[in-house]
């Protein structure tokens, strides 16, 4: 059997198909040509943002190890680079195709301009003063970046200097999202996934560590409810069991959406938890003590998380669950087998908001369970009320 051809990528400037067909419905050729082009230099810095893997280059332990040294530095910077110079690219088009206005002399910032003859002038003005004001807030970025790179007490650390890259780098990638998503909503109403190139795959991202965090916290709880009910001597080896849950979850592809320093508070519990499974026996506090603090922290930083990336994403899943629930209802009435297919469609739709509440996770798996051994009619009718009352409980706020 031939072995399967691996996926062609797109090219470094490929846009998403909503932005091309707005750029295409744009009456001012002119303008909808220089956009294309800031656009897909915008796509083009993003790309290799995306391809700048902090991940590989953080510290797997807490040990110190010689700091920053000159071997790192050799290994990141062509990847910094190549960063930095599609970021300067892309301000380069800025200035190339919307050059910024010439000031006549003596005229200062309260000085009078003359009124947009259109409405398709007003938003090619505005538009334009998007694009300066996010190029130059690129620009000064680009420079603190250097800035940062030359403090004793960033290149002194790694996980230091690992947390100020993957922090520029995060920043990069939302101040040119920001500028592709309001030069395109001038001229229509789209989401920022439809248009920012590599958007929807940081969303998946967040969306799989949240599922991820779920999975550890629960299994976490489980080890500390029977570590209450052991012996002092059973207590080391739940320890160590502890630390290798841990140490899965900082291997799990979706841990690379974690941050630098969220990922230095799991190695640093990890390795407190190695060292207290070497005693001989532990007291009933002693891994609540390590673990609930953790617990209370992870929940925290998932719940960032759904404020900043997943909001709009949940209330689409939560719509999608929505109407298949609505369909499930209309083929049980109509006595149709469809019930049970679509019923298991919107259980697996709904994995998507793993994470989002303890409750409808506990839901989630159960429903998982039933969809799977088959479902007759009492017992999707029983699945579809359980369903929609999880779903109207979910904390949208």
Known sequence: MPAPKPKSRLPQDALPPRLESLLETLTDRHLADRLERVHRAAAVAIDRLGHLSIAKY??????????????????????????????????????????PPSRPAGLGDGGWAPPPASSDERLAQEVEAVLHAIA????????????????PEVVSDRWTLMAELQAFRADFRVRIGDLVYLTASAFADVRRDEVVPGYAHQVGARAALRAAAADLRRSLQGR??????????ARPALARQVAESLSAFVSLPASVALRTPQKHQVLELRARLMDTATQAELAPDALPGLVEPYLAALEEQMEE?????????????????????????????????????????????AGALQGRSAPFDAFLRKARQEAGDGLEEAGARELLGRFQERLAALPFS
């Open 58 to 99: 953080e510290p797997t332990s807490v040990e110190a190890d010689g700091g920053a040294d000159l071997s790192l530095w050799e290994t990141m910077a062509p990847a910094i680079g190549d960063t930095l110079v599609g970021v300067n690219q892309l301000v380069s088009a800025v200035h190339q195709e919307f050059p």
């Open 136 to 151: 130059d807030r690129l620009a000064r970025r680009v420079a603190e970046l250097g800035q940062q790179m030359r403090r």
């Open 224 to 233: 500390l409810e029977r570590a209450a009910k052991a012996e002092p001597r």
């Open 305 to 349: 998380v759904t404020r900043t990336w997943l909001v709009v994403h949940d209330r689409a899943v939560w719509a999608s669950c929505g109407v298949k629930l609505e369909q499930a209802d209309m083929h049980l009435t109509l006595g149709s087998r469809g019930a049970e297919r679509v019923l298991a469609e919107a259980v697996e739709a």
